[in-house]
Nanobody, 125 residues
Framework: QVQLVESGGGLVQAGGSLRLSCANS????????VGWFRQAPGKEREFVAA????????YYGDSVKGRFTISRDNTKDTVYLQMNSLKPEDTAVYYC??????????????????WGQGTQVTVSS
């Protein structure tokens, strides 16, 4: 069973940084591709970043390229999203999601099999 739990959200001023973590409380998910998505009020869910299971490939949404970094520590069964130079438009609920073991990493939310509950990120101007 894969049960994803996000942490690290909060309130930060524009230009600040936050690091989100996504941990799995179920079976180890070191072989699962993982993605981060976000959803702001009244907007559709948006792809943020993704990483394949071996961490050899990473992908980013255009709006976060150069500011956000996704990484994973498979020894800790945790995936991270380092967010720098935050902007008010980054305000959203951030979700981590995983695809079944050894699956192909994807930028599409529909490809993901497991989702966390989300963590709120609020960036003040």
């Amino acid at each position: 069973q894969v049960q994803l739990v996000e942490s690290g959200g909060g309130l930060v001023q524009a230009g600040g940084s936050l690091r989100l973590s996504c941990a799995n409380s179920g079976r180890p998910f070191s072989t699962y591709p993982v993605g981060w998505f976000r959803q702001a009020p009244g907007k559709e869910r948006e792809f943020v970043a993704a990483i394949n299971w071996s961490a050899s490939h990473t992908y980013y949404g255009d709006s976060v390229k150069g500011r956000f970094t996704i990484s994973r520590d498979n020894t800790k069964d945790t995936v991270y999203l380092q967010m720098n130079s935050l902007k008010p438009e980054d305000t959203a609920v951030y979700y981590c999601a995983a695809i079944r073991s050894y699956g192909l990493v994807s930028t599409s939310a529909g490809a993901y099999n497991y989702w966390g509950q989300g963590t709120q990120v609020t960036v003040s101007s």
